[in-house]
């Protein structure tokens, strides 16, 4: 039956080098695994300065789609069983697929709360920073089913995420994308809805912020349905100076007592992230 990829979940992405004007970058994408109604695609990012020849690894992912019948697009399709060179690839491939698939449902329970105005708020505290945008979809956003595409989805939450974490409000200095942990594209969107894309600051290391950012969508107006979660993320950024070398980041105040779990769980996935680094290293 005819079909329709769509993007649900893209898994943690580290930007490990910057791309910069003129150079060429190199984009490839493989099939990994599939279960009985998902995708995984694993997608590597290489850039070449045309003058020296030098090529160096930019961004590596990993992408979750589901399959969508284009008769009916609530509709999700079988996926067909590709062949796997070793039974191990099929073993570790399934791994990864129970453990998104966990990650993607503690997510989606966790997905109730918002992000209210605050009255005079102190410096670097959570409320000081938290930032939205909203915006309307309109036809240039989505794709020809008539559902934003996930890369616009994502545009809008790094520019909300940059600016909770950038000047005039955490840092005062220069901030860059280090790494986005799992996007989960819960629900589809579609053209003509009014999304409001809201972030707030979790936990700050001694280098590092996490924000959070969520996209909320409010349907047609001559639809039934209420404001609904449609896709949630972490963005960590980092402080640099005009040198380009990172720089102490403020700490976060928190208040609340929601606001002092949040750290936590920041710290949680923070070292956890550290842990697994010094792993590869090693193996490395």
């Given at each position: 039956?005819?079909?329709?990829?769509?993007?649900?979940?893209?898994?943690?992405?580290?930007?490990?080098?910057?791309?910069?004007?003129?150079?060429?970058?190199?984009?490839?994408?493989?099939?990994?695994?599939?279960?009985?109604?998902?995708?995984?695609?694993?997608?590597?990012?290489?850039?070449?300065?045309?003058?020296?020849?030098?090529?160096?690894?930019?961004?590596?992912?990993?992408?979750?789609?589901?399959?969508?019948?284009?008769?009916?697009?609530n509709k999700v399709l079988e996926v067909p069983p590709i062949q796997y060179a070793r039974k191990e690839q099929?073993?570790?491939?399934?791994?990864?697929?129970?453990?998104?698939?966990?990650?993607?449902?503690?997510?989606k329970q966790r997905n109730g709360d918002g992000i209210f105005p605050v009255i005079n708020p102190e410096p670097h505290t959570v409320g000081y920073s938290q930032s939205s945008l909203i915006h309307?979809?309109?036809?240039?956003?989505?794709?020809?089913l008539?559902?934003?595409?996930?890369?616009?989805t994502m545009k809008l939450m790094d520019e909300v995420a940059g600016i909770v974490a950038g000047p005039p409000r955490h840092c005062k200095t220069n901030i860059v994308t280090a790494s986005v942990d799992a996007i989960n594209f819960h629900e589809k969107i579609k053209k003509g809805s009014v999304i409001t894309i809201s972030g707030r600051m979790t936990f700050t290391s001694n280098k590092s912020m996490e924000i959070e950012v969520f996209v909320d969508a409010d349907p047609f107006v001559d639809e039934p349905r209420e404001r609904y979660r449609a896709v949630s993320a972490f963005f960590t950024y980092v402080s640099l100076s005009k040198e380009g070398k990172p720089l102490p980041v403020p700490q976060l105040l928190t208040e609340?007592?929601?606001?002092?779990?949040?750290?936590?769980?920041g710290k949680g996935r923070y070292l956890q992230t550290k842990a697994k680094r010094q792993a590869q290293m090693q193996q490395a």
């Open positions: 039956e005819p079909c329709v990829a769509a993007l649900a979940r893209v898994e943690r992405t580290d930007f490990l080098s910057p791309v910069c004007i003129g150079e060429v970058a190199n984009v490839s994408a493989e099939i990994t695994y599939t279960s009985r109604r998902s995708v995984e695609v694993q997608v590597n990012v290489m850039s070449e300065n045309i003058l020296t020849g030098a090529k160096k690894v930019t961004n590596k992912a990993t992408l979750w789609y589901v399959p969508l019948s284009l008769k009916n697009v099929e073993d570790e491939g399934k791994k990864r697929y129970e453990e998104q698939k966990l990650d993607r449902l503690e997510t309307l979809v309109g036809p240039s956003d989505c794709t020809l008539g559902f934003v595409h996930g890369g616009v609340t007592e929601d606001e002092k779990r949040r750290f936590e769980e």
